[in-house]
């Protein structure tokens, strides 16, 4: 089986079809991404079979909690090389995307791919997200704020759940230390205008071990207080 047809048949396992075309987009996403690689800290994960598994796939599982995305407005918060959203962004076309990483090298190279796969309603933003989070831009626009293996839960909600508009939710991917982190992030969750958080466990074909998608749906606007200011969020957790 070829690293594409894994990529295929485990989205098909979740119920997600990907066309060619989107099949060649994740093809050429791979070839950028160890080409920048080989001059940037992108990824440890260069076999081809591993980067349609733990990256590609790993990204589109988010759609089992998002649902489709097309038409909504989502931003991947400390993104690094595009994940989850240029996935999902392939996965839904039509989705409004905003890519957020404070490393300016890699913003380049997110706009590389994003040229390359001819992607539309995708912006890019080299800054931090305390500061984007107070910009009347972004501060509580989005259906869904989403990141990966950023930051300990309470620290990363507050990233996260300000940029959510109400209604909308923020959706963190997690490890095994995930029912844990929820549970020590109440008190953030109800500063921060969050609801019940939901967990649901995925797993990855050819790994016995779970990952997690922690969905904090957003209740309630967010006291403006929140985000602190760059760095307090991660020095003191709510």
């Not at 994940?83 to 590389?112: N, W």
């Amino acid at each position: 089986m070829t690293a594409l047809q894994l990529l295929a048949e485990g989205a098909a396992q979740w119920g997600l079809a990907l066309t060619a075309a989107q099949l060649a987009q994740f093809a050429r996403y791979q070839a950028l991404l160890l080409a920048w690689n080989e001059r940037m800290n992108l990824t440890a994960i260069t076999a081809p079979a591993e980067i349609q598994l733990r990256h590609f796939l790993d990204a589109l599982s988010c759609a089992a909690v998002t649902g489709n995305l097309n038409g909504r407005r989502l931003i991947d918060v400390g993104t690094g090389a595009g994940f989850p959203g240029l996935p999902l962004k392939i996965l839904y076309p039509h989705m409004q995307l905003t890519l957020l990483d404070s490393v300016i090298k890699k913003t380049r190279f997110l706009e590389a791919v994003a040229a390359e796969l001819q992607l539309t309603g995708v912006t890019i933003l080299a800054e931090r997200a305390e500061t984007v989070a107070r910009q009347p831009g972004h501060r509580q626009q989005y259906d869904w704020a989403v990141a990966r293996s950023v930051a300990e839960l309470r620290v990363l909600l507050e990233y996260l759940l300000p940029l959510c508009r109400v209604g909308g939710a923020a959706l963190a991917q997690k490890g095994e230390s995930a029912a844990a982190e929820t549970a020590a992030a109440a008190g953030a969750i109800a500063a921060l205008g969050g609801g019940v958080a939901q967990l649901t466990t995925v797993y990855l074909p050819q790994r016995d071990t779970p990952h997690y998608l922690v969905m904090v749906p957003k209740t309630r606007p967010t006291p403006d207080a929140y985000p602190r200011r760059v760095g307090l969020p991660a020095k003191k957790p709510l």
